[in-house]
């Protein structure tokens, strides 16, 4: 059996009893990856560089909206992963838009535009403590003009800021073993600190 615990900060009371019971019945750590989450309970504290770009980007008249437009988003999103990692999204993005008419309050889609082009997005995942980031993409465009910098500051500082936790999601590749040192860097610039997502086995 392989088991995945759930992380911490989606607790809504301590909650590891899962976390002893692997260890009785000597579960094997298999996987475990890296996530960067933000403490909203405490002001975060942006890096001078986040800071820099955040106003760039606002002075440049990029303007953030939530929309539906998934499937404008979906083509940034499907040419970056393609682009950087020759990967395709989870989700489709009918299956994207399918989950957000079953749970229009949870899966919530963060837009940014220079004048009438996105050029940046964040697909959030709300849950009742945690906001997650759960794909995340600018165009050439958006990356010169700072636009994710711009829309996680919205998000950190105004959206989700009655949360207790902004998930960034994982940096992490190869069951864990490689670490994406720049992403993780970027994470960190708004003061993202580490959280682990575990897979163990279980033998029968």
């Known amino acids: 059996?392989?088991?995945?615990?759930?992380?911490?900060?989606?607790?809504?009371?301590?909650?590891?009893?899962?976390?002893?019971?692997?260890?009785?019945?000597g579960a094997r750590l298999v996987k475990r990856d890296l996530t960067s989450t933000v403490n909203l309970s405490d002001v975060p504290i942006f890096q001078h560089v986040r800071?820099?770009?955040i106003r760039r980007a606002a002075n440049c008249g990029l303007q953030i909206h939530e929309d539906e437009n998934y499937s404008a988003y979906w083509?940034?999103?499907k040419e970056n992963l393609y682009q950087r990692y020759g990967k395709?999204?989870?989700?489709?993005?009918?299956?994207i838009v399918d989950l957000h008419q079953k749970f229009p309050t949870a899966i919530r889609l963060f837009s940014c535009y220079a004048d009438d082009r996105m050029v940046a997005g964040v697909v959030v995942y709300e849950s009742r403590q945690v906001a997650h980031a759960q794909y995340i993409a600018s165009s050439d465009e958006g990356r010169e003009l700072s636009a994710l910098d711009l829309i996680f500051s919205h998000l950190i500082q105004d959206v989700f800021k009655k949360k207790l936790?902004?998930?960034?999601?994982?940096?992490?590749?190869?069951?864990?073993?490689?670490?994406?040192?720049?992403?993780?860097?970027?994470?960190?610039?708004?003061?993202?600190?580490?959280?682990?997502?575990d897979l163990y086995e279980v033998p029968l």
């Open 165 to 197: 936790y902004f998930d960034f999601g994982i940096s992490t590749e190869q069951d864990g073993r490689y670490l994406n040192q720049n992403l993780v860097f970027y994470k960190e610039g708004f003061g993202a600190g580490t959280v682990t997502h």
């Open 51 to 53: 800071q820099r770009n």
């Open 88 to 95: 395709q999204p989870t989700h489709s993005c009918d299956e």
């Open 1 to 25: 059996v392989y088991y995945k615990p759930i992380p911490h900060i989606y607790h809504h009371i301590p909650a590891e009893e899962d976390a002893y019971a692997l260890f009785i019945h």
């Open 75 to 77: 083509r940034i999103l």
